[in-house]
């Protein structure tokens, strides 16, 4: 225990460790807003909206044909990356979509072979500002392309591969509500399937 001879050595001690005390409450303060991302905006987050629980869904094509899809809850996580040597700080929140064929459907992507999941919806924003949104669906995949993106109504998006950033092998095209997720879409072979 310190012992202080008089009342302005205990002062100038009083003082020093509340000066130490505001320092780091301010450096505490400073680096913790330094990475704060900001909010995904509703806009954003309308992707989002039908994948709030495991989803099971079958579509049908007009032979008579089965796609069995199966599509996860939106997958939320945050990482932070602190790299000196990179000069790379910042903090990343992550929403992902990831989705599975099932054995038996009549789409059986062989350049998805071997992956038990992919990824319907990945979207990121960082705490520097950089912002991504990119959307696959059985290889039709839009990222830059996003703006091509044909809006139908308030909730309905027509996603054409000849728009696309990749055109994807199987399909032509799909159609997405931000209520309840793809509803249908034309392979290659120009036959229509609808969610069952």
Not at 67 to 93: C, V, Y
Not at 129 to 145: A, K, N, P, Q, V
Request: aromatic share 16%; charged share 25%; proline share 2%.
């Amino acid at each position: 225990m310190r012992v202080f001879t008089s009342w302005s050595q205990l002062a100038i001690h009083i003082m020093t460790q509340m000066h130490r005390t505001i320092f780091f409450i301010i450096l505490s303060f400073t680096l913790t807003n330094c990475y704060k991302v900001k909010e995904f905006t509703v806009d954003q987050l309308k992707w989002y909206k039908p994948f709030n629980k495991l989803d099971t869904v079958i579509f049908i094509s007009d032979k008579n044909e089965l796609d069995t899809l199966i599509f996860h809850k939106t997958i939320s996580e945050t990482r932070e990356t602190r790299d000196r040597k990179m000069g790379a700080f910042h903090n990343t929140n992550f929403l992902s979509v990831p989705y599975e064929i099932s054995q038996g459907s009549y789409h059986q992507p062989e350049y998805l072979s071997g992956m038990s999941y992919y990824y319907f919806l990945n979207m990121s924003k960082d705490s520097d500002g950089y912002e991504y949104l990119g959307i696959d669906f059985m290889g039709i995949t839009y990222f830059d392309s996003i703006h091509k993106i044909e809006k139908i109504d308030s909730t309905i998006y027509f996603f054409d591969s000849k728009k696309a950033d990749l055109p994807g092998l199987d399909l032509l095209n799909f159609t997405f509500d931000t209520e309840i997720g793809v509803i249908n879409y034309t392979d290659k072979r120009e036959v229509k399937w609808k969610r069952k």
